[in-house]
């Protein structure tokens, strides 16, 4: 409990930076300025999410949030500060890159609704939006890289591993085009059941890239945790490697992997597999019916592998005595 | 110039918890928080041993690199401390430390802060802060068995090698 506002953090960076990721894709996939524009409401997914991760990380420390400024000031040898600037600058570039999409002149659903922002978005130009949110997308890599690498510390051998940044990294990208995916679907859905051709290809072209990604990105995330979990048995991990594997394998947090396996993997797989067969019969519908299910699911197993990876770890001065014998 | 250090002579050690009682009550350390604490290895087995493990004090402090706020400081005696003015709360410190030396109040509440960062301070600073006094550690000036060695660094490796010199001269085997 004590670490769910981490974990909320985390995933809904993650879930911020994977919906940027694969707007920008999107945006270099799709030449098609009408069907491009058809992605806009996906554009509303980072900002909120990377809000609700900054909320999230400030009520641990809300008794002190006025000295929160000096999170910055070791730059030259702590990860936080340097996770805090990156994060910064994620979420200007986010922001920046959101604003040229929910303003652009032909298909943006805020444009001339929300006081001067039209004026600021016309003043950067729409016309380095792609290059904006490349920016942002590097960004958001470094931030995922730096939030994990934080936690690569010799003080922790359990997380002292190059897993650690990609468990952090990989499941922004099964998180980030579920997400939009989810996003079209709920938009388009009824259009596309309706028969509209139109919605149903443009639905149908979106899930077949989206299914691709996160499935490429599920089989990653199995490969990680096989490595990760033969790298707690080798001697690098030492004892509290052995007590963290004991402990999530046959232990107080078995349940937790499980359930994190069950979701993120098997799950994930299973409702994979269904939204590609809907693909390859045509039913769009039922292909977006089940990539909602497949976000949910994506969102909930993330949700609990954060949780493992804080609640699971045996901290080496737990164990550290047993090294004198 | 001196240098402040902790060493904890493990083959004398009792676990008495005189040094925990001896430092929360000079330092009025709260309910939840313990800038010392014993260890038990292999309870009730061969090899049974106990380590006092409080802030080492170390020569490159891991969590003054970690933190952020630069809220940790190391004063020219080698004694770490931290100026909860400054710290923020984050808890990085403690994931960086190898000895679990920083102290928050986890609470199991969702909306339980942690608090500023407490940790030892070779009693040169009680839990609230204040006047820096001279660093005289209560836990190794109650240590009944005198497991804790606390004072300058080349005295207490003088005296802990004299130790084990005695113990090898008697015969006697380390963790036996």
């Known amino acids: 409990m004590s670490h769910i506002w981490y974990v909320l953090t985390y995933v809904f960076n993650q879930l911020a930076v994977g919906a940027l990721i694969a707007l920008v894709m999107a945006e270099y996939l799709v ?17 909120p999410a990377a809000i609700i991760g900054v909320i999230a990380i400030c009520i641990p ?69 792609l290059q904006i949110g490349t920016m942002a997308a590097v960004m958001g890599v470094a931030l995922l890289f730096i939030s994990g690498f934080n936690y690569v510390l010799p003080s922790q051998p359990v997380w002292n591993h190059y897993t650690t940044p990609l468990f952090f990294m990989v499941p922004a990208l099964t998180l980030g085009p579920a997400a939009m995916a989810t996003a079209l679907s709920i938009k388009y859905k009824k259009a596309a059941k309706k028969e509209q051709t139109e919605y ?27 490595l990760y979990l033969q790298f707690l048995q080798s001697p690098s991990a030492g004892i509290a490697g052995l007590m963290t594997v004991e402990q999530i394998l046959d232990g107080e947090h078995t349940t937790l992997f499980l359930l994190r396996v069950a979701t993120s993997m098997v799950i994930a797989l299973v409702l994979l597999a269904g939204v590609a067969i809907s693909l390859k019969a045509e039913a769009i519908s039922r292909a977006a019916t089940l990539s ?33 014998l | 110039m001196t240098t402040y250090k902790f060493l904890p002579d493990v083959e004398r050690c009792i676990r008495c918890g005189g040094c925990e009682v001896a430092c929360k009550q000079e330092n009025n350390v709260p309910i939840g928080m313990r ?30 690199k970690a933190c952020p706020a630069k809220a940790i400081y190391k004063r020219e005696d080698g004694i770490v401390l931290v100026d909860k003015d400054k710290c923020v709360g984050c808890g990085y410190c403690a994931y960086a ?80």
């Not at chain 1, 006081?115 to 003043?123: F, L, Q, R, S, V």
């Open chain 2, 97 to 176: 430390c190898p000895f679990g030396a920083p102290q928050f109040h986890h609470g199991e509440g969702l909306f339980s802060f942690k608090g500023t960062m407490d940790k030892c301070t070779y009693c040169v600073l009680p839990y609230e802060g204040g006047a820096e006094k001279a660093p005289e550690p209560k836990c190794a000036a109650f240590c009944a068995t005198k497991a804790l060695l606390a004072g300058d660094a080349d005295e207490i490796s003088a005296t802990y090698r004299q130790r084990a010199a005695m113990r090898l001269q008697k015969g006697e085997i380390p963790g036996e």
């Open chain 2, 35 to 64: 800038r010392i604490r014993v260890v038990t290895v292999n309870e009730g087995k061969t090899g049974e041993m106990n380590v006092p493990m409080a802030c080492m004090h170390c020569t490159d402090p891991a969590c003054l």
């Open chain 1, 292 to 324: 909602i299910g497949l976000f949910i699911v994506l969102f909930v197993g993330e949700l609990l592998g954060r949780t493992l990876f804080f609640e699971a770890c045996v901290h080496f001065y737990e164990v550290a005595p047993h090294l004198l």
């Open chain 1, 31 to 47: 030449k098609d300025k009408k069907t491009l524009g058809s992605y806009e409401i996906a554009s509303y997914i980072p900002i």
């Open chain 1, 61 to 129: 420390v809300l008794p002190q949030i006025l000295n929160a400024y000096r999170l910055i000031f070791n730059i030259t040898s702590s990860r936080m500060s340097m996770e805090v600037i990156v994060t910064v600058l994620f979420i200007v570039l986010a922001l920046v890159y959101t604003l040229l999409w929910v303003c652009h002149p032909e298909y943006g659903s805020l444009r001339k609704k929300v006081g001067k922002i039209d004026e600021i978005a016309d003043m950067i130009g729409y016309k380095n939006r």
């Open chain 1, 200 to 226: 149903k290809k443009l639905l149908g072209t979106y899930l077949g890239f989206a299914w691709k990604l996160v499935l490429g990105a599920t089989i990653v995330l199995i490969i990680l945790q096989l």
